[in-house]
């Protein structure tokens, strides 16, 4: 018997039918081990010897393996081809042998796609163990765990409210914390553009002035409105007549097939996917065998797959779409041992797969991989320049005609930054032609800061500065969402306070490990490990020689010093220079104490000098600009007509507030962003929640409604409701608030044992048996049943886009295959045990 390891069970029991009986195959169910996280896992004064450590719930599996190992010929690694997959095996293998279960015969067997041809072919050439690639893993292992387990601590103590650091993430972070710096300090600037909308033989175009008094007109030239109606009364007034029209042919050659970073760039333009969820997606398809391996740095395809495309395109297009030669990319990887094939269908028949997102980004996949081997398009550009009769005047209008379509007629790449300008359509114009001027427009524009990072873009410049690895990104982005660092607004990264503030003192401390050059640097280190060219032991050294120190430095630095170097570092943005030249540090509240930063136990916030006496505080993310300037702390709104105290509107370190009265008993209410103009009869509500909107005509018991972490809700019996808004706090009665909790309760809770259940959708007929098929909702998912078979839809089958035959060939697969097996506690129930005869009392 031959065992077979591979990751997921999904994988083993599609190759498990290409194999034959002599064959057992098994997952790990990705990694079995790690490095515990504790202190000496990793030991850089022996030799950064790892001490590894299986998961917890992994031991089931592990039993199962090391069991069939035992009786065993033949142990085939068959993980995925990169440096993880070999590092799985690796894996496998060591404890395999520590358990004393390791067969004489041991290989690795390494395969692009899951499909019968690739697996035979890859089982026929076995090869051992990449001790290279397993030194590179176990360099990247070390490397994040020194740095998270030396500099977390220091982050833990010196800056409250600090998450963790890591080696990768903390770059990534570093640039979208600069993107905001820079759209903070950006200053826009105002300029006006002039067209006239002309018309010729009934199409009409645009054309923009060029020229002026003579003079060349660029983007920015025309600065004032006064500047701009002289230029637009000059295009009024004269009469443009075509001086030349300049036609240039262009060539626009496809884009190579995807590599992980690319498909995550475009999935995110086209699809609105996040990095993590294309790759869970990418991964489904991959093995149920539609695509090839998705962790990639290659842009090259197989010989037989270009065939393939080829053939494709023939069937689909005429022959003008199929390049005479087949196309070759030449791969960026900078190491090419971990450079493995495009992603690209296994199958360039099948145009469709699966539905709903799978469907969405196997469509994309299998679009961009034919259209890389496609015909280019040809164009044609044209430049149309026009003069009054002075020649002191132009205007251009440009555009292109698509002569052939080639690739473009089945995929146009998608751009961040996208300008139609070149892509108009022009008529037909000669020398000395003079179109009709229909209008003539001045618009006032103004210069824009950078756009903050999308997923897509963020990626891009990742790649682009050589941070990180294309199949690291997803994780790398996740964790920097779950630490809360950064939020995603409109797609859109935006640094969170303590994202900022991390990055400030990683940069004022730590400012070597968190530059651009050297992580890049330090990733180029590691890639000339895996293709065997650096010892993975002396690469570490040299970073932890410097490291160490360094970390033992800041641990040794006072709070106070720290607090004290990062409002030095932090002045431009907590205390940027006003427009009327007074102090910026000034406070705002007693008019006589000066701002600085400020550490507390949940994080940093700026304080006044004469604290206690003042005790004017501002949130650090509030920055120093002219809203931070004009808050001026306390504001009295009013006295409470009932207890006659002060109600006054507050500004905390989590944001505005207000507070009833003074001193410990004081009563206090955050001010929700939503809750508009805020006078007294409002933050009297605010300070009188919760509200109770009366008994439940059920129960008896009753109704309240509050403003919680989470928002607006409604509660009873320890059961909630979410409200939609914060007037919904006051305005819902009790009609509306016992259908949403009864609404909210029937979403929420799962039916009972036995109660009937209604189908999400009766699909109809089983046209073979003509029994009722319905889609129904299960503990583990959605599935389909007639009554008697129960099949679970497959993950690349959305539940909305299931058909009756689609169902119906799931329940006869299933119906085939037998009944499941059921797992009890015992595979047969013992007998009864027979009772003992009850013994005598022994005699004292």
Known sequence: MQLVIVESPAKAKTIEKYLGRDYRVLASY??????????????????????????????????????????ADRLILATDPDREGEAISWHVQEVLKKRKALPKAVERVTFNAITKSAVTEAMARPRQLDEDLIDAYRARRALDYLVGFTLSPVLWRKLPGAKSAGRVQSVALRLIVDREREIETFRPQEYWSVFADM????????????????????RLTIGKAGDAEAAKAAVEAGRFTVASVETKPLTRNPPPPF??????????????????????????????????????????????????????????????????????????????????EAIRPTDFGRDHVGSGDHARLYDLIWKRALASQMASARLERTTVELEDGTGQTALRATGQVVLFPGYLALYEEGRDDA????????????????????????????????PRFSEASLVKRLEELGIGRPSTYASILQVLKDREYVVLEKNRFMPQESGRLLTAFLERFFERYVSYDFT????????????????????????????KPKTAEVMEQKPSDITAALDEFLAPFLFPEREDGTDPRLC?????????????????????????????????????????????????????????????????????YVQLGDGKDAKRASIPKD??????????????????????????????????????????QGKYARLGSTAEVFETGMNAAVVKLAEAAAGGGRPQRGASREPLRVLGAHPRTE??????????????????????????????????????????????????????????????????????????
């Not at 000669?430 to 001027?437: V, Y």
């Not at 890049?520 to 490291?547: M, N, P, T």
């Open 259 to 340: 590599t992980t970073s690319t498909l995550q760039q475009e999935a995110a333009r086209k699809l609105g996917f996040s990095a993590s969820h294309t790759m869970r997606v990418a991964q489904n398809l991959y093995e149920d065998g539609a695509i090839t391996y998705m962790r990639t740095d290659g842009v090259q395809m197989d010989g037989s797959a270009i065939s393939a495309a080829r053939a494709a395109i023939a069937n689909r297009y005429d022959g003008s779409y199929v390049p005479d030669k087949p196309r070759q990319y030449q791969t960026k990887a900078k190491n090419a041992q971990e450079a493995h």
């Open 419 to 450: 300008d139609d300008e070149e892509s108009r359509r022009l008529p037909r114009l000669g020398q000395g032609d003079a179109p009709l001027k229909k209008a003539v427009h001045a618009e006032q524009h103004f210069t824009q800061p950078p």
């Open 771 to 844: 029994a009722e098929i319905k889609l129904m909702e299960g503990r583990f998912g959605p599935y389909v049943t007639d009554g008697t078979t129960n099949a679970t839809l497959p993950k690349t089958v959305a539940p909305e886009a299931l058909t009756l035959e689609e169902a119906a060939q799931l329940l006869d697969a299933r119906a085939t295959a037998g009944p499941a097996k059921k797992k009890g506690r015992g595979s047969a129930r013992k007998a009864p045990a027979k009772k003992a005869a009850p013994k005598r009392a022994a005699k004292k």
């Open 675 to 716: 809750a508009g103009e805020l006078d007294l009869a409002l933050a009297l509500k605010l300070l009188s929640l919760p509200r109770t909107i009366g008994a439940h005509p059920e129960t008896g018991e009753p109704i309240t409604a509050s403003i919680g972490r989470y928002g607006p809700y409604l509660a009873h």
């Open 520 to 547: 890049a640097g330090l990733e180029e280190e590691l890639d000339e490990i895996s293709g065997g060219r650096a010892e993975w032991q002396k690469v570490l050294e040299a970073f932890w020689r410097d490291f």
């Open 588 to 656: 705002p509240n007693c008019k006589s104490g000066k701002l600085a930063l400020r550490g507390g136990r949940f994080g940093a916030f700026v304080a006044c000098s004469n604290y206690p006496e003042c005790k004017y505080t501002r949130r650090f993310a509030q920055g120093g600009g002219e809203e931070a300037g004009n808050d001026n702390g306390d504001e009295l709104l009013g006295q409470d007509p009932d207890t006659e105290q002060d109600v006054t509107r507050k500004s905390g370190r989590f944001g505005p």
């Open 30 to 71: 990705g990694h079995i081990r790690d490095l515990p996280p504790k202190d000496g896992s990793v030991d850089p004064d022996n030799g950064f010897a790892m001490e590894w450590e299986t998961y917890g719930d992994k031991a089931k599996q592990l039993k199962a393996i090391a069991d069939e190992a035992k009786k």
């Open 199 to 218: 018309e010729q033989d009934g199409t009409a175009f645009q054309a923009r002035l060029v020229r002026f008094k003579g003079q060349k007109v660029d």
